[in-house]
């Protein structure tokens, strides 16, 4: 099955940037709408920011105008470019794609995972 590996997190300051990057690899496969999610400690997941495959963003209300996420089909990779991080954006940041395989069919396929943490 497609595997999806994310990179990026890093330990920023305050009103600092950071961008993430979610791959995804493994034989002939189509991604329509992906999806970045964080966990804080203690907190349930959230979803932050979804892409269609037209394109078309979604943004929860915290991120709005600091977060930006794109896509490069041609590289199988979502991109979420934070700006202006606070301490609250500090989680374990996942994506999440739906994919198309001839064999499975439409599958939901979660990456392990990157730590963003934002501290001074």
């Known amino acids: 099955q497609v595997q999806l590996v994310e990179s990026g997190g890093d330990l920023v300051q305050p009103g600092g940037s950071l961008r993430l990057s979610c791959a995804a690899s493994?034989?002939?496969?189509?991604?329509?709408?992906v999806g970045w999610y964080r966990q804080a400690p203690g907190k349930e997941r959230e979803l932050v920011a979804t892409?269609?495959?037209?394109?078309?963003?979604y943004y929860t209300d915290s991120v709005k105008d600091r977060f930006t996420i794109s896509r490069d089909n041609a590289k199988n990779t979502v991109y979420l470019q934070m700006n202006s991080l606070k301490p609250e954006d500090t989680a374990v940041y996942y994506c999440?794609?739906?994919?198309?395989?001839?064999?499975?069919?439409?599958?939901?396929?979660w990456g392990q995972g990157t730590q963003v943490t934002v501290s001074s």
């Open positions: 493994g034989g002939s496969f189509t991604i329509n709408t």
């Open positions: 892409i269609t495959s037209s394109e078309i963003t």
């Open positions: 999440n794609a739906e994919v198309y395989q001839r064999l499975f069919g439409w599958t939901s396929q």
